[in-house]
């Protein structure tokens, strides 16, 4: 509205990352938890399956023809969902790393 109608596609594409980028926030500053704890077999599964999904979903988007929004959007998704896993990953190395300390 404010830049007018040729950045409308900019501003819809910002809200459809908005969850990707607010998962990145949250999750970013803990993941040097895994270095710490010695957790880098976890974040190896976990880059994979993040590499493995974005190839995904441009093949997908290639093959069904979908629009730039929409890859975007699943693009969005995934990562939201990964950054999620990965916080879940995170809460496990600690636990796993708590378990191993005396009382």
Known sequence: MVFGKNWT?????????????LAQFVVSPLSRLVFV????EFKLVYDFFVMVGVIV???VAHRQHLSFYHTVLA??????VA???YYIVLL???LKYSQRQPS
């Open 37 to 40: 704890l010695s957790g880098q």
């Open 57 to 59: 979903i441009f093949v």
């Open 92 to 94: 496990r190395i600690v």
């Open 75 to 80: 693009l969005s998704i995934m990562h939201a």
């Open 9 to 21: 596609l900019a501003g819809a594409l910002a809200t459809i990352c908005v969850p990707w980028f």
């Open 83 to 85: 950054y999620t896993i």
